[in-house]
């Protein structure tokens, strides 16, 4: 069954470092989103993308954070200069289609990176 | 702004219940909802999938009801085993262009004693 695949598994850095997320979408899929949950927290949207630009992004995306679709496969999240408060779980998800006029937009979710800022 | 509440936080039941989890929401005007299972330190599995325009889903043991006037959901449980202990996120889909998003509750941790 495809599923959504994210890299590294576990990703230490330090305050003012950046850092790169990736993640393998599922292949026929569509749009791409970035979700980050903070140890006890609720999952947070981030950021959606498709036909390579950002579609919509919360207001925690601000200028720290990128996305790139760099290939055919890979999605990235980059995070410029690391602070504390980004340590957390980072989760890629892919859906067909977005918005579900038609039915589906079910969303699958990658793995997640935990990333830890010293 | 969309709002999504879970009701109980915690659960704890016996092997063999039924038990139910509901979510609400405070913005009737969603395109669907999505009930998620998530292990402790995993990724989110998604259990099943609800159209705005359906009342109910399920999959084996899974029923999932949507009631989108009154901003509601429940997932029931059939016959709960150990292996279901986890906890069970609720997120719905809504927003306008510009402003499609996906919010979470903050979910119910289950947890199945043999």
């Known amino acids: 069954e495809p599923e959504v695949t994210q890299t590294p598994s576990h990703q230490v850095t330090q305050m003012g470092q950046e850092v790169i997320l990736r993640c393998v979408p599922i292949s026929n899929h569509l749009y791409f989103y970035w979700y980050r949950q903070i140890l006890g927290q609720k999952v947070e949207f981030l950021v959606s993308?498709?036909?390579?630009?950002?579609?919509?992004k919360s207001e925690i995306f601000d200028d720290q954070f990128s996305v790139e679709r760099p290939d055919g496969s890979n999605f990235t999240l980059k995070i410029r200069s690391t602070k504390l408060e980004d340590s957390a779980m980072y989760f890629c998800?892919?859906?067909?289609?977005?918005?579900?006029?038609?039915?589906?937009?079910?969303?699958?979710f990658g793995p997640g990176t935990r990333l830890t800022v010293l | 702004k969309q709002e999504v509440t879970q009701i109980p936080a915690a659960l704890s039941v016996p092997e063999g219940e039924n038990l139910v989890l509901n979510c609400s929401f405070t913005?009737?005007?969603?395109?669907?909802l999505q009930w998620f299972r998530q292990d402790p330190g995993k990724g989110l599995t998604s259990l099943l999938l609800?159209?705005?325009?359906?009342r109910e889903q399920t999959s084996g043991r899974l029923n999932a009801s949507l009631d989108k006037s009154s901003g509601r959901s429940t997932l029931y449980i059939a016959a709960s085993q150990p292996g279901d202990s986890a906890t069970y996120l609720c997120a719905v889909f809504s927003g306008g262009a510009g402003s499609y998003q996906l919010t979470f509750g903050k979910g119910t941790k289950l947890s199945v004693i043999p």
């Open positions: 609800i159209q705005s325009s359906q």
């Open positions: 913005d009737s005007a969603i395109y669907n």
């Open positions: 993308f498709y036909n390579n630009e950002i579609s919509e």
């Open positions: 998800a892919s859906s067909e289609i977005r918005v579900p006029l038609a039915g589906g937009g079910e969303q699958f």
